[in-house]
């Protein structure tokens, strides 16, 4: 379904030019889940944003191939990935209040898509196909949210409308370039398992790209490891978590919070339990003497 084969990305926006992802290869099957994962400054969210299509292609330098469904990417003409943009590959964005538009309502922009890619559609249709899938993606009363402002929605909802919006067109390959990172743990928990739901109803190939490795285990089949723009390690999550192979992994992994619970031994408890009937016995005396 996607083959990316040494892919590299230099920008050339400065006296001396700059390369941020080196010879990256990925091979994503339909329906598969991939997480990408690395520190900040990695590399993921350029290769996210080659893949689908959103770089520019003035003052930087695009070699390989990023082949999708046959087609090649990179060097196909504007009029033709158009159609795949937003139709067959879908993406999430980091801050769901910074890629909403503040002035359009959330129905109107769900609806994006379909204007594009189907304008055959009644604006009734439009409406209809807008509202179930603001329901699909969990959303209550999903007609007020469509009536709704991005400022009148909580963060979760807003990133719910993101997928929506993503979702809208049925795409292929959905990219959720840290669709988390802005929310609460247990919001964060809700949006993996809506992803979840997604794949496996829809047979949608999500690339989930994160720096939280719990995140990663929890929602992906493979991983593919980044540092300095540079794949370190790839494999499956078995394979990552239980055996990592190269130290910068191993960091990562070491790095995901852990809650250790308190254990308390048997002679803890009966040490305090002999130190509570010494402190009684003391009181009991010294009330005996005052009251003599």
Wanted: with cysteine; glycine share 6%; hydrophobic share 35%.
């Amino acid at each position: 379904m996607l083959d990316i084969i040494d892919l590299n990305i230099e920008f050339h926006d400065h006296l001396v030019p700059e390369t941020v992802v080196y010879d990256f290869d990925l091979h994503m099957e339909q329906g598969e889940i991939v997480g990408l994962v690395g520190e900040s400054g990695s590399g993921k969210s350029m290769t996210a944003l080659a893949i689908a299509g959103l770089l520019s292609r003035r003052d930087m330098q695009k070699r390989g191939q990023i082949i999708f469904e046959g087609k090649e990417l990179l060097t196909c003409p504007r009029n033709e990935l158009r159609m795949i943009q937003g139709n067959q590959i879908a993406m999430v964005f980091q801050e769901p209040m910074t890629s909403l538009n503040p002035v359009y309502k959330v129905g109107w922009q769900v609806e994006e898509s379909l204007r594009i890619h189907h304008p055959e559609m009644s604006k009734e249709e439009r409406k209809e196909k807008a509202i179930k899938t603001l329901q699909d993606v969990e959303l209550d009363e999903a007609e007020r949210v469509y009536n709704s402002y991005p400022h009148q929605l909580s963060g979760g909802m807003r990133q719910r409308v993101m997928i929506a919006a993503a979702m809208i067109c049925e795409p292929k390959l959905l990219i959720a370039d840290e669709p988390t990172t802005a929310l609460d743990v247990t919001i964060q928990a809700q949006i993996v398992k809506l992803l979840k739901r997604i794949n496996k109803e829809k047979k949608t190939s999500i690339l989930f790209i994160s720096h939280d490795l719990s995140l990663i285990r929890q929602l992906c089949q493979r991983v593919v490891v980044m540092q300095g723009g540079y794949i370190v390690e790839s494999g499956s999550v078995k394979q990552i978590f239980e055996t990592p192979q190269q130290e910068y992994t191993k960091k990562l992994i070491g790095a995901i919070p852990k809650c250790e619970k308190k254990v308390v031994t048997k002679k803890a408890n009966t040490q305090e339990k002999t130190a509570d009937t010494q402190d009684k016995t003391v009181a009991g005396k010294g009330g005996a003497q005052y009251g003599e």
